[in-house]
């Protein structure tokens, strides 16, 4: 992981937004339909003990459960991608700037994060459009990161920060997992999925002066060698097919020395912070990091409470933690903390940052 040696850069992530979908579906109504769907799928006992393991208590949809199992054709659903999308977006976003104490006019730049349909032009576009930020707000969409890209998201608005101090980054997550769902696919690991993800949108503004939140003091990205098809979509006719490799779940004993590293460059001991952000891709990804870390199970409840009220809710989930973090209203001024994703390659971005109250922006 390299290190970033130029000066410290003031930039404040500040509290996340975070809506999720109004259809639920509950870890017995997906064993349900897993036993429905699949009857005589000869791995289906793995598969229900797979998804009862996950943690999931709950989760939301975009569209009710009986939708998504007609499963209409790859066209029609990314045309509902497309209009949640715009529908669900903006009530995020405003209140997200309300909370940073921002309007759309100071936005400089928007990072738009998702893995689960497709636009061209983004949709940061639209929000320019119809939100009323400036025409010459960039636009920075990543579509291909899955789950790491809520890291990235915040590591790329830190780096346009240090490099712009008076600017100001929105971020927004918008991931509809469901629509992902391929009743046909009889692979475990696309069966786990289908008991795993559930849908949100997330959004939350990176202030280079001011603010209360985060204080982003340093980042780094990482991907282990010889993994790039252990996270995978195949792409066909029906759209997304999710390929999760079973070795997945081991790759915290890797990473875990990554975190460490980057805190030792920066002067910190990654066992010894005083708070956790972590992606929540399942259980044993936490129970791992907590032991090859060297800290306290606690240490992620923000990351384990996201996991069973919304299921991995993708590039959205660190998000989610860190609005339980600023709900907790718990941590104390100057406290230091970790935030990492993970996903594709396998890829890890991470950032260091501490807690701060809002300072002088004069």
């Not at 008076?166 to 918008?174: G, R, S, T, W």
């Not at 046909?184 to 280079?208: I, K, P, Q, T, Y």
Request: proline share 5%; with cysteine.
């Amino acid at each position: 992981m390299s290190k970033q040696e130029g000066r410290a850069t003031v930039a404040t992530l500040c509290r996340p937004t975070v809506s999720v979908p109004e259809y639920v579906i509950t870890m017995e109504q997906t064993l349900d339909l897993a036993r429905y769907v699949h009857p005589d799928h000869p791995q289906l006992e793995l598969a229900l003990r797979l998804i009862e393991n996950t943690g999931v208590a709950k989760r939301h949809l975009v569209r009710p459960i009986e939708e998504t199992l007609a499963h209409p054709g790859f066209e029609q659903r990314n045309a509902v991608y497309e209009a949640e999308a715009k529908a669900r977006v903006p009530a995020v976003v405003r209140q997200a700037l309300a909370d940073a104490e921002m309007r759309p006019v100071d936005i400089d730049l928007i990072v738009y994060v998702s893995c689960t349909g497709f636009m061209m032009p983004s949709l940061t576009a639209w929000l320019i459009n119809t939100m009323g930020f400036r025409t010459d707000t960039r636009q920075l969409p990543i579509a291909q990161l899955g789950c790491a890209a809520g890291g990235a998201a915040v590591n790329r608005a830190h780096d346009f920060c240090t490099a712009y101090p008076e600017a100001n980054a929105l971020i927004v997550a918008c991931e509809f997992c469901s629509l992902c769902y391929q009743p046909s696919d009889l692979e475990v690991g696309n069966l786990l999925s289908n008991g795993l993800f559930g849908d949100g949108v997330a959004a939350a503004v990176v202030r280079g002066r001011g603010g209360t939140g985060i204080e982003l003091r340093r980042n780094g990205s990482y991907i282990i060698p010889r993994t790039e098809d252990w996270i995978a979509y195949e792409v066909k006719a029906t759209g997304f097919h999710f390929r999760l490799d079973r070795r997945v779940p081991g790759t915290m004993e890797p990473l875990a020395p990554v975190l460490k590293q980057l805190a030792h460059a920066h002067g910190w001991d990654a066992a010894a912070l005083d708070f956790y952000i972590i992606h929540a891709g399942g259980p044993r990804i936490l129970d791992d990091l907590s032991k090859y870390l060297g800290v306290a199970s606690e240490a992620f409840r923000f990351s384990r409470a996201t996991l069973t009220e919304y299921g991995n809710i993708a590039s959205a989930v660190v998000l989610d933690a860190l609005r339980r973090l600023f709900d907790e209203n718990g941590t104390f001024d100057t406290a230091r903390g970790l935030l990492a994703g993970f996903g594709p390659g396998i890829t890890a971005e991470v950032a260091l940052g501490n807690w701060t109250t809002g300072r002088d922006t004069a």
